[in-house]
């Protein structure tokens, strides 16, 4: 029986034009988290309780803003917040399935200051915990020079009231929403004997929003991973068809940054199997009456 794909690839983030780009959109304040997990605490406190130095981080100082976030979770929820004996932000990361990450002010750039990440894709609490926009993003192929100053004028504009949302994308071999090292992903995707084409390999899809702390003035940045098995596209030819579109027109540098090349070979049998394995193959069948923009 055909595979009916995840509803959150209705309407997936690599039906944008693939590459680097900031990519950021408007969010009503219904819609700013989607929650979806019934008991998100127990998976994080699991980990917490397992590696809590990659999971958690706070730094001096930051508990001002962290009660600033448990605040505005709670309203959200329509929740009071309980447990004044821990970190706030944590209080409130507890709540939701998204990992929340405090930026602040701090010098010339913006910093990480406290932050629950139980699903980082290929870093950790404490590989992140302190460091500036600049520093965290310094692996990303051309950040520095064309999208850092853009970003820190985002940060230190964004009005109150204003919510953005962006999203990306990746092909893994790892299963698991904990995700704390590329390597291990890596050498897994290279191992896959399957015993169908694109069985093993997930699509990786990360929401983040942006959202003003108007009382302390941080930042308050949610990230949430959608894990789904790559053969969940088979049952749609037209998904199938963007898929293979982004991927086939990925850059090159977009393709190294994400380690794509251990995920290759399975992506693209998957691809030939669905009938999708060449560039001039791949017709979104819905605008076979279009221009298309890819």
């Known amino acids: 029986m055909p595979q009916t794909p995840d ?5 997936p983030p690599w039906a944008a034009p693939p590459g680097f780009a900031i990519g950021l959109r408007r969010l009503a304040p219904e819609a700013w988290l989607e929650g979806g997990e019934a008991r998100p605490w127990a998976r ?34 329509g929740l009071r917040m309980g447990r004044v004996d821990r970190p706030p932000l944590l209080v409130a990361a507890r709540r939701v399935p998204d990992d929340l990450v405090l930026m602040e002010r701090r010098g010339s750039d913006w910093t990480v200051s406290a932050l629950s990440l139980s699903a980082g894709s290929f870093f950790t609490a404490d590989e992140a915990l302190g460091r500036s926009l600049a520093a965290l993003h310094r692996p990303v192929p051309g950040f520095a020079d064309q999208l850092l100053v853009r970003v820190r004028r985002i940060f230190d504009n964004l009005p109150d009231e204003q919510i953005l949302e962006r999203r990306n994308w990746s092909v893994t071999a790892w299963r698991g929403l904990y995700a704390p090292e590329a390597a291990a992903a890596r050498r897994r995707a290279r191992a896959l004997q399957p015993r ?27 990230i949430r991973i959608h894990l789904t098995p790559l053969r969940a596209l088979a049952g749609d030819p037209g998904a199938v068809a963007v898929f293979a579109r982004a991927w086939t027109s990925a850059p090159e540098d977009f393709r190294r940054y994400k380690g794509l090349d251990a995920v290759t070979p399975g992506v693209e049998a998957f ?3 669905m009938g999708a394995g060449r560039p001039e193959t791949v017709t979104d069948p819905s605008e076979k009456a279009s221009h298309d923009p890819g």
């Open 7 to 11: 509803p959150h690839l209705s309407d």
């Open 44 to 77: 994080k406190d699991r980990l917490l309780r397992a590696v809590p130095e990659k999971v958690w981080g706070e730094t001096e100082g930051s508990r001002p803003g962290q009660a600033e976030v448990a605040g505005v979770v709670a309203r959200a929820l």
């Open 196 to 222: 169908r084409p694109g069985s093993g390999l997930y699509l990786r899809c990360e929401r983040q929003t942006l959202r003003r702390l108007p009382l302390t003035g941080g930042i308050l940045f949610t």
């Open 271 to 273: 691809l030939a199997a």
